[in-house]
């Protein structure tokens, strides 16, 4: 990452990404009560690991918050097909919140919004004050953040993506991740793209015509695209 200022690094964590990949990739752990506490164990355990290997100097855990967000009332059927959260994942939530303040991060949870936006929003208020910012996530989604600024990492994939990495990954940049998931759409919420369209037929398309929006404007150039959309 170019412009990295040392003394200035915002870590943003995705507290509800690893929420739910802790619990489904731990053991089912239990305390002496018989509680689960797998996901608790999976998630202060990273933010042990992200606290000793990024010294940054403001730092947030962010979290989704109860009830529903501005997209569904703009697509009410948003994520309609994700099962109901597991009950023995659902008793781990305050408790979390409150362990993960108890180590001294601020825990973040905004009505209306994800926390994916609240982390776009905090890190493009730090670009815009000269800092940088790591955001350690397993969302794809946020790759489009990605900048000379700001590093997108997984701590359970061991995976740090710059601007040249997401370019690798995905084979768009991160500016082009909102085309590219808008053409190839996303079943895990429930968001339909152009149908019969994957990602190497996404890439070729953003490649080609330099956008959504090009794409859409050459559709008759394009076969069978404009009978799709």
């Not at 303040?101 to 982390?119: K, Q």
């Not at 990602?199 to 150039?221: D, M, R």
Request: with cysteine; proline share 5%.
């Amino acid at each position: 990452m170019s412009g990295i200022d040392p003394e200035k690094t915002l870590l943003l964590v995705d507290g509800s990404s690893y929420l739910y990949r802790a619990f489904h990739a731990l053991p089912e752990l239990k305390n002496q009560k018989g509680e689960p506490t797998g996901a608790i164990y999976g998630v202060l355990n990273m933010l042990r690991k992200l606290a000793a290997d990024y010294k940054a100097q403001a730092r947030a855990c962010v979290f989704d918050a109860k009830g529903k967000t501005f997209r569904d009332d703009l697509y009410p059927a948003y994520k309609a097909t994700r099962t109901a959260m597991p009950d023995d994942l659902s008793r781990q939530i305050e408790p979390l919140l409150e362990a993960v303040e108890a180590m001294g991060w601020p825990v973040l949870c905004v009505d209306g919004v994800e926390a994916d936006d609240v982390i776009a929003t905090l890190a493009e208020q730090a670009k815009n004050q000269g800092w940088s910012t790591v955001i350690s996530t397993g969302d794809k989604d946020l790759t489009q953040l990605v900048d000379a600024r700001t590093l997108w990492i997984n701590t359970m994939s061991n995976e740090k993506l710059d601007i040249e990495g997401v370019t690798k990954k995905f084979g768009v940049p991160p500016e082009r991740i909102v085309d590219y998931l808008a053409l190839i759409g996303d079943q895990i919420d429930n968001i339909p793209g152009v149908d019969k369209v994957g990602p190497k037929t996404a890439c070729k398309w953003i490649v080609q015509y330099g956008s959504l929006e090009g794409v859409v404007a050459h559709a008759n150039e394009i076969s069978g695209l404009a009978a799709r959309t």
